[in-house]
């Protein structure tokens, strides 16, 4: 009976897949097979967001039967917003998933990560692939990276979630009204969970499988992962304030702490220093304090 209702509910839920490409000639043809065979019979729309490929990908996207729209802008995260708007506006979609076009992530993982949101037990589904993690699939840079990713974004951020960097996700449309997302790259990943989190959604994880790429990568672990911790640098200022603003302070109060006792005593500086790193120290953690009172105001009006 319990199979039969979540059908039913699968079945009445209009589910876009929105799929960024660009120049995947080789790879995106057997993705929307496997996207049309594991959703035969259910509603649901496979929006494919261009970049403008050269190699023939929108060409044969539109004649797998996936609706093909062109992004403006440039970069991973630009197009998940084009195909998010486009889905939650246009397409009128009630849940909406994300994945790649290179192969690395099977599509046969859709009902799995829907289903949570189906039963109402979460809001964002996150694939968690190093559940799957198959050989030569993600070089050891990769992995090290995400991890170190994921323990800063719950240390800094709160988030308890074991894949960060995953691109294999489902949610609810309308999280996307109570999301504020502004990362054009990469980034994009990290920022969807962090503003998930602040806007007190329920995130869960399932585990999926991920494979090799088929194609060339455009990524650039060094420079993406740089660019991930800047994002999240800069959510740990928007949502967590007062541990962004205290853990600066803790590091002022603690050098002016040690220039008291390594200075010269006889100098004037043995007095001046130290205490102007301290006083920076304190008036920043009540920085951070004040920001938080403001933004508790703010969600009860």
């Not at 994009?188 to 959604?201: F, G, K, P, T």
Request: with cysteine; proline share 4%.
């Amino acid at each position: 009976m319990e199979e039969k209702a979540i059908e039913a509910k699968w079945s009445a839920t209009r589910i876009a897949i929105v799929i960024p490409t660009l120049n995947e000639c080789k790879a995106v043809g057997k993705v929307l097979a496997s996207v049309k065979h594991v959703m035969e019979g259910y509603e649901y729309r496979v929006l494919v967001v261009d970049g403008h490929s050269i190699d023939g990908t929108d060409e044969i996207a539109r004649d797998m039967g996936a609706d093909v729209i062109y992004q403006r802008g440039k970069g991973y995260g630009n197009a998940l917003k084009t195909g998010f708007f486009h889905a939650r506006k246009r397409l009128d979609a009630k849940v909406i998933v994300m994945m790649d076009a290179d192969l690395t992530y099977d599509p046969k993982h859709i009902p799995k990560l829907v289903a949570p949101i189906l039963e109402d037990e979460a809001d964002l589904v996150v694939g968690n692939r190093f559940a799957g993690l198959q050989k030569g699939a993600m070089p050891f840079v990769n992995r090290v990276g995400n991890r170190v990713l994921s323990l800063v974004a719950k240390l800094a951020l709160g988030l308890n979630v074991y894949d960060t960097q995953s691109g294999m996700r489902a949610f609810k449309s309308e999280l996307l009204d109570r999301m504020n997302l502004v990362a054009v790259g990469m980034p994009l990943a990290m920022e969807m969970l962090a503003e998930a989190h602040s806007a007190d959604a329920r995130i869960c994880e399932v585990p999926i499988s991920y494979r090799p790429r088929v194609g060339k990568t455009k990524l650039n672990p060094i420079k993406d992962g740089g660019r991930i911790l800047g994002i999240t640098v800069r959510l740990m200022f928007d949502i967590r304030p007062l541990l962004f603003f205290g853990s600066i302070g803790t590091v002022l109060g603690v050098v002016g702490l040690l220039l008291h006792y390594i200075m010269p005593p006889i100098e004037l500086a043995h007095v001046v220093f130290p205490f102007l790193f301290m006083i920076g120290g304190m008036l920043l953690f009540w920085f951070g304090f004040v920001i938080v009172l403001i933004k508790k105001l703010r969600r009860r009006k």
